[in-house]
């Protein structure tokens, strides 16, 4: 099953995200058309969001935190982020996985 925030890249795959800074704590919520929903603790100031964005992500994915890049997005909710060394039928695990238990 393919999801639409996923995309292919060279380096791994690609992660559409919509991100909701000053959370009460910091969850993924869901889909959300083609991008995935993160509710985020960390506050959008001196990129405090960003950089809780994609540790957060290293963590659901089970990655290292140097191997989640924020591409695009820097000043805005919505991000483009590369997941460098996994592939996206993996990613796609992960998320319906944790979209099952939900």
């Known amino acids: 099953m393919k999801l639409g925030c996923l995309k292919h890249h060279p380096e791994g795959t690609v992660l559409n995200v919509r991100v909701q ?3 009460s704590k910091s969850q993924l919520i869901g889909l959300q058309g083609e991008l995935l929903k993160i509710k ?3 506050p ?3 990129g405090a969001a960003n950089k809780a ?3 957060y992500l290293a963590d659901f994915f089970g990655l ?3 191997k989640v890049v924020l591409l695009t ?3 805005s909710r919505q ?3 590369l997941l ?3 592939d996206q039928l993996s990613a796609v695990n992960i998320i319906n996985s944790y979209l099952r238990q939900s």
Do not use: H, Q
């Open 21 to 23: 800074p000053r959370s």
């Open 40 to 42: 985020l603790m960390a």
């Open 44 to 46: 959008p100031v001196e």
């Open 53 to 55: 964005c994609c540790e």
């Open 64 to 66: 290292a935190k140097g």
């Open 73 to 75: 997005g820097k000043k």
């Open 79 to 81: 991000k483009t982020i």
């Open 84 to 86: 460098r060394g996994l």
